[in-house]
């Protein structure tokens, strides 16, 4: 860490962590409705940073992830079919059919991918999976325990957000074994010796049937539970839980009074927001998907956007040209080496190619992607690539980002003959390109290239503009393009010299 550097948030968790003792359980949860987002990623990966922090100082610890597989559909979301999915809205993620027909269930479709991605960013966790656990029982003791004690827990959720729970609240919803909806159930009696509840549901079924596989705490009610059965000492959460009477402050009275444990160390953060369209949420299909990201960047460089910021700030994520600038500055911080956020960021990651991630994306342009000719290229500019198979992965990056965040002022391609729009360049402009092609010369490297672009420019008195304009136009048809010493070293200089004399020429 440099000695500028302020303390990173993870060592700071660590530290109150170890003062509550050195046997932790870091949890971690996200209901799969839908695409598992960029937004996501800061509930998982503080989680992860928080776990990492904690082993690194020999604390024994375990990483849970819990997918809340039990919550119901809700409505049908934007990306679902109406006529297929109305009927199911108010049943489990997991006893709904999978939208593409290949996973067990709904749930499944959209939580697979996400243990993939998982396993992409390095993150080494314990899916949970509620539906299961409830199944197998796990949670029969604490719905009984919550059953006995309703009243407190009613009083406790009048008290902290200032609401009276509605007539027939329980705190247990019984899935309907008729119907199969888990919001249209009251809960009748139940039975502690027996594990069993009493329910009647507004389709007219009722009975009695085991707890365990036939229902689901409420949410409220299920958090605190959840840190009960899994001993969990340490979760992070969203700011929405963490105001006051919120999620957080009725699951710690809960956890108190009602299952006589201490709460976890809360670590709020703020969310991740979608540049231009705010807050990521997958039920409204205003989504980058963590699958699409880690398409186009290194894993380490996702985890560095969220280890390089604080928990309490908002971020904002951008697929465009910030992500270029991501990149980059990742690859600066890693090669400094002395950054905690990067140290984070890396899990297991090996080392940067130290190659500008816009250089790259304009070789690709330039090159159609030819791995051979890029690193000839960047051979001839000083950067000698041992690892041709990260500067593969690094092009195959670069590559799909063109083709699906790209803006079209950063894609271009290099015009086979002389581009009409030559003709509204200016009679100084046509010159400076007719010197330059006359100096140009083969072999030259980047920085010799934009060096003789300067001094040319300073000898007519030209404007920074006025030149590069003149460039681009006569090799792309456009004002702008990516920078001219790296971008005409990856041209035959030859072929550069014969534009630019025709340019002149016209």
């Known amino acids: 860490m440099k000695a500028t550097e302020k303390r990173h948030w993870a060592d700071t968790v660590a530290d109150q962590a170890v003062q509550r003792g050195r046997k932790h359980a870091v949890s971690s949860g996200v209901t799969p409705s839908g695409p598992f987002h960029i937004g996501h990623l800061r509930e998982i990966l503080t989680a992860d940073a928080i776990y990492r922090t904690l082993s690194e ?15 119901p559909l809700r409505r049908v979301y934007p990306f679902l079919d109406p006529a297929t999915y109305s009927p199911h809205v108010g049943k489990p993620l997991s006893c709904i059919p999978c939208p593409c027909g290949e996973h067990a269930n709904y749930a499944e479709h959209f939580l697979i991918p996400f243990i993939e991605t998982l396993d992409r960013l390095g993150v080494q966790v314990e899916t949970v999976r509620a539906h299961e656990a409830y199944a197998r029982g796990d949670f029969d003791e604490v719905v009984i325990t919550a ?38 159930t009251t809960v009748t009696g139940f039975d502690a010796r027996r594990n069993t509840v009493s329910y009647k549901c507004t389709c007219g079924s009722e009975g009695t049937v085991p707890i365990a596989g036939n229902g689901k705490l409420t949410w409220r009610v299920d958090w605190p539970a959840r ?75 996702i985890r560095f956007f969220i280890f390089k910021n604080n928990l309490t700030k908002s971020l904002t994520f951008d697929p465009g040209l910030p992500l270029l600038n991501l990149f980059d500055e990742y690859e600066t911080a890693a090669r400094a080496g002395d950054s905690r956020a990067v140290d984070l960021a890396r899990a297991g990651a090996g080392e940067t190619l130290g190659i500008p991630y816009r250089h790259v994306v304009s070789l690709v342009q330039t090159t159609n992607g030819d791995v051979d000719t890029i690193a000839e290229i960047l051979r001839r500019n000083g950067i000698e ?54 100096r140009l010369q083969g072999g030259m490297n980047a920085e ?59």
């Open 227 to 301: 840190w009960k059965v899994l001993g969990v000492t340490a979760e992070q959460f969203g700011k929405d839980h963490a105001s006051k009477g919120g999620s957080y402050d009725t699951g710690s009275r809960i956890a108190r009074e009602v299952f006589g444990i201490e709460p976890p160390l809360p670590v709020p953060y703020e969310w991740i927001g979608l540049r231009g369209l705010g807050d990521m949420s997958s039920s409204k299909g205003n989504v980058v998907t963590i699958s699409q990201v880690l398409d186009v960047v290194p894993p380490e460089v």
């Open 448 to 506: 010799q290239i934009h060096n003789l672009i300067y001094a040319i420019k300073e000898e007519m008195d030209l404007s920074p503009a006025a030149v590069f304009q003149a460039i681009y136009v006569s090799l792309l048809g456009k004002d702008r393009g990516p920078r001219a010493g790296w971008f005409l070293s990856s041209l035959d200089l030859d072929f550069v010299a014969r534009r630019f004399k025709e340019a002149a020429a016209r």
């Open 385 to 438: 690539v041992e690892d041709r198979e990260a500067l593969n992965r690094l092009v195959m990056y670069a590559s799909r980002w063109l083709e699906t965040f790209a803006p079209e002022e950063v894609k271009f391609q290099v015009q086979e003959s002389l581009p009409e729009r030559v003709a509204d360049l200016s009679d100084e402009q046509k010159q400076f390109l007719g010197t330059l092609a006359g």
């Open 147 to 184: 059953l006995e004690q309703q009243d407190t827990i009613r009083a406790i959720l009048q008290q902290e957000t200032g609401k009276q729970p509605p007539e027939g609240w329980s705190p247990f919803n019984v899935l309907c074994p008729e119907c199969g909806r888990i919001t249209t």
């Open 57 to 71: 100082r020999n604390v024994e610890c375990s990483f849970t992830y819990v997918a809340d597989s039990l919550d």
